[in-house]
């Protein structure tokens, strides 16, 4: 059940007292078989709500329990409302259900909660970037998630032609401005990069998830695999210790610090092909020495002569009046 459809569902039986599973549905848009599986799954979790059968009947909190969220903290509240009060600039979603948590926090919270939800704001764009909006399709992706349905993919991968495919939704993430959705599907775990799906069509077929799948688990797993073949060819080279740190800093995890040789460090750089390792160098000039492999320092030999052959340089003038 979704965190927001529960405390929903636990604010509006507060408010009326009494609920039934249409007026639920009515109420949250969604199906009356989904809302009738929240509130059995309230019931299941331990939550104090019973059912009413009959005429008039209905699904009540046992014995008018509250549910103002008074087991919270003041740090706990703080801590909440640091974490949602961001996302509430893009999503009006969050905003509602950010005022509704407000009314619900004891009355000594609501002021340094409210504080907290408009204490950061999160710029995701580097400086000199335009800011990347969210893929359309992620909200439809989201909702496949959480209502558990099987979905039909249109999908198309670098230099190939569209593929059509129903998986099982098992999450999304969002790297650095890029949204990736990880299913389930014949072959196993697959990793879709969303700005490469074409479409999404939700089925009524419900999705099937292993027991044991934990969402950050299985995209480290994803991150690793991604690195490990971006990094099949090492170089070993010398880089000014001064501009160590920038050095570092442009290459991350792909840059291992070997020897500290006082004016110059060596390290291992990383990259897919020797190629690309003389590519992300090349700019450095004379402050980077390539020791190994011989591959990598032939393409910067042929770069720069590249260079040198593009751009000449200039002719010094000659004495005045020759």
Known sequence: MRADRLVATLLLMQARGRVTATELAQELE??????RRDLEALSTAGVPVYPQPGRGGGWSLVG???????GLTSAEAQALFLIAGPAATVAPQVKSA????VRALPQTFRAEAEAAAEAVVIDTAAWGDDTKDRPALVEVLQKAVVEQVQVRLSYQKR????TGRTVDPWGLVDKDGIWYFLAGTEDGRRTFRIDRILGATLTSAPSVKPPDFELAKAWDSVVT????RRSE????????TRFLKVFQHMHGRHCTV?????EQTRVELTAPRPLDIARNVAGWGSLVTVESPTEVRDHLARIGAE????????SPAGPAGT
């Not at 969604?30 to 809302?35: E, F, G, M, P, Y």
């Not at 070997?258 to 006082?262: H, R, V």
């Open 30 to 35: 969604v199906s009356l078989a989904t809302a």
């Open 64 to 70: 008018g329990a509250r549910t103002d969220l008074s």
């Open 225 to 228: 695999e991604v690195e490990q």
């Open 233 to 240: 060819t090492a170089a070993t080279m010398l880089v000014a």
């Open 98 to 101: 950010l005022r509704k948590l």
């Open 258 to 262: 070997l020897d500290d040789l006082g």
């Open 159 to 162: 230099g190939a032609p569209p």
């Open 307 to 314: 260079l040198v052959s593009q751009y000449p340089p200039a």
